[in-house]
């Protein structure tokens, strides 16, 4: 497949979305779609030209996950346990549990993100 309706398809979905949000927060139909027009603007110009990988899930339900995860292995869920349940590898779970551990003091504001979560 063409990266060129590939690529249109995403700035379009970024328009799209963006507008959505706005529309959601009380703004405007025309002013909304200014905005998310705007912002797929910003992604092209600020991205254009590179190549990137988006994961399929976004960081939000990521970080949710993590959490649990991370919450499960503080409580002596073994990797193997938690790959099972989660539909992940050993080694991913090796992995986030490592991250925690080189982040450490990042990760003690689990409690906000999980109030701003729900």
Do not use: C
Request: no cysteine; net charge positive; hydrophobic share 45%.
């Amino acid at each position: 497949m063409k990266m060129s309706p590939r690529r249109n398809a995403l700035l379009a979905g970024v328009a799209r979305t963006v507008a959505e949000a706005a529309r959601a927060h009380g703004v405007a139909a025309d002013i909304a779609e200014q905005i998310g027009a705007a912002a797929a603007d910003e992604v092209a110009q600020d991205w254009g030209g590179q190549i990137i990988t988006i994961p399929t899930d976004f960081f939000y339900r990521i970080a949710k996950r993590d959490i649990r995860i991370l919450q499960e292995i503080a409580e002596g869920a073994s990797p193997h346990e938690i790959a099972k349940r989660y539909n992940m590898t050993e080694v991913a779970v090796r992995k986030l549990r490592q991250r925690k551990e080189l982040r450490g003091a990042h990760l003690r504001q689990i409690s906000f993100i999980e109030e701003d979560a729900t």
